[in-house]
């Protein structure tokens, strides 16, 4: 089964008297331990296709499956603890709150949740091990660089030990330095701990390390291609945006 399967997704915004059909029927199906970047130009329906699938809007029609639940049947309240335990939310602008220390960020959704504060700091103590940051575990966010901010917001989704981690635009606000740094974490994840992972990313070299690339156009898929070596489906699409 399909950890994540998405069936005739439809979202109709309205505004004043205008209706904007952002997808217009979408089918996709993530397997577990898969990483999945999706692209397409803006306004293709890249970022509400990712807020669907992670249960922070609900489809005009059309369902989603997470792991054989349908989050059609959750109210409000159902969606909210399920966004809390079971999907982990990578940001483009880290969504770190100022003051804490970069441990406190990573043990705060925690708490939040009723774990013990002890338990919940040990475990982003690991969290932040994980990804590289111990030695920066005590500093507040204004000390940190773009891509050390970012590897925080990294270990704050994988904190509770999600079942999915969707990542919207995660390199978007790095230098490309730390956007590879940034990148080579995800597909370390994916590696070393099976960790399903799903992308929205307007870089194609970014794209180039997942194992497959879901391209919209118009709010339709319209090419869902396992890799190459090297990245050649996310190239290929990459050249599509630019119009090359």
Not at 10 to 35: C, W
Not at 209 to 234: K, M, Y
Request: glycine share 12%; charged share 25%; net charge negative.
């Amino acid at each position: 089964m399909p950890v994540i399967e998405a069936a005739g997704l439809k979202k109709t915004y309205h505004t004043g008297e205008v209706d904007v059909e952002v997808l217009r029927g979408v089918d996709l199906e993530v397997e577990r331990g898969e990483f999945v970047a999706i692209m397409g130009p803006s306004g293709s329906g890249k970022s509400t296709l990712l807020h669907l699938l992670g249960g922070i809007d609900v489809p005009t029609s059309g369902r989603v499956m997470l792991d054989g639940e349908d989050l059609s049947n959750l109210g409000d309240d159902g969606r909210t603890l399920l966004r809390r335990r079971r999907l982990g939310f990578i940001f483009q602008t880290f969504n770190l709150l100022p003051t804490l220390t970069a441990e406190e960020n990573v043990a705060l959704p925690l708490e939040l949740d009723g774990v013990p504060s002890s338990e919940a700091r040990q475990r982003a103590r690991t969290m932040l091990d994980q990804v590289g940051m111990t030695h920066r575990r005590q500093h507040v966010p204004g000390k940190l660089s773009g891509g050390e901010q970012q590897r925080v917001g990294v270990a704050r989704a994988l904190a509770i030990e999600p079942l999915v981690l969707l990542a919207d635009e995660p390199t978007g606000n790095l230098d490309s330095a730390n956007g590879r740094q940034v990148t080579a974490l995800l597909r370390g994840l994916v590696d070393e701990l099976q960790q399903t992972i799903v992308m929205v990313t307007h870089d194609a070299a970014v794209a180039a390390s997942a194992d497959r690339l879901v391209q919209l156009r118009d709010g339709l898929v319209v090419r869902s291609d396992c890799q190459e070596p090297g990245g050649g489906a996310a190239a290929a699409a990459g050249r599509e945006e630019r119009g090359g």
